[in-house]
């Protein structure tokens, strides 16, 4: 029966909330070991009451001792799967509904300064790998792509002529981006060298492809991020997700609005992009003394 509900379940979560395949397997993983817990105490999902759930809540957290972000995690999952359950009508109350949600401690996403932006960009790239990093780079700046939408841009999702690109986000949701004529420029130069390197060769028809002409992998962004940032003497390590929270907060620096930037990033509420209107104290110092009357 369990293996059925779990089934539905990830089905729901695939098709209905159309909800990207890592999060699927996410939420199933955290249901199948409530599931399990459920078994161990001899009770049926459909069955619990409240006081189950806060005690399947302490035992995630005292006695498996799981970081609040997980726990965080799993009792999302629990929630969602109850809110299937009471969906197909498999429950008449949802035992979730009184259940409130540990407040986790925001940190502030870090990024990059303008400094070892140019410093990337203005890396001397030579070789093919180089220089389709450094295009990655400009790309991810400028667009704030997640890497999952870096490695599925395909050839006909870019138009360099216009500046646009269509990225694919969670759920397969689709969203145009702007492009600056700068990364349109690189992407032109990158995508020249690719036919060049690729002459005569079968290739996928994703932008970045690996030395094979096969769709290039994470680990080998990751690695190759990672290469850059030593050869162009960043101290901190580069990593895909880096580049969309320095997108994001240079634009809000700049004078951008939250919507317009909520609509670049994909995010489906704007809540999740209020975390980037964190601001440098001595950007905050700059700006009071520039534009306060008695600065």
């Known amino acids: 029966m369990d293996g059925v509900l779990l089934e539905d379940f990830a089905n729901h979560l695939s098709f209905e909330r159309q909800l990207s395949r890592n999060t699927v397997v996410s939420y199933t993983s955290d249901v199948a070991h409530y599931l399990e817990y459920c078994a161990a105490n001899e009770i049926l999902p459909q069955d619990v009451e409240p006081p189950f759930l806060d005690q399947y809540n302490y035992q995630l957290k005292n006695v498996e001792g799981l970081s609040p972000a997980s726990v965080f995690r799993k009792m999302e999952a629990v929630k969602s799967f109850y809110k ?9 109350e949802d035992p979730t509904r009184f259940l409130k949600s540990p407040k986790l401690p925001q940190s502030l996403p870090e990024q990059l300064t303008r400094e070892e932006m140019d410093k990337l960009l203005s890396f001397p790239a030579e070789k093919f790998d180089e220089v389709r990093t450094v295009t990655i780079v400009e790309l991810l700046y400028a667009a704030g792509l997640r890497v999952s939408e870096l490695l599925g841009l395909r050839l006909e999702n870019i138009n360099t002529d216009e500046g646009w690109l269509l990225a694919f986000g969670k759920g397969g949701k689709q969203r145009f981006v702007p492009i600056h004529p700068a990364c349109c420029k690189r992407l032109k130069e990158y995508l020249a060298l690719r036919t060049a390197h690729f002459v005569g060769k079968e290739t996928d ?6 030395n094979r002409g096969k769709k290039l992998s ?5 690695k190759d991020l990672a290469a850059l940032g030593r050869k162009a003497n960043i101290s901190r390590p580069l990593h895909p997700h880096l580049f969309r929270h320095t997108f994001a907060s240079h634009l809000l620096q700049g004078g951008a609005d939250l919507r317009s930037l909520q609509e670049m990033l994909g995010h489906a509420n704007l809540t999740t992009t209020q975390i980037y209107t964190h601001l440098d104290v001595t950007d905050l110092k ?3 003394k520039k534009f306060h009357p008695r600065g």
């Open 84 to 92: 299937f359950l009471l969906i197909e009508q498999r429950i008449q």
């Open 205 to 210: 028809s994703e932008v970045f492809l690996n």
């Open 218 to 222: 994470r680990v080998s962004v990751w």
């Open 286 to 288: 700059n700006k009071h």
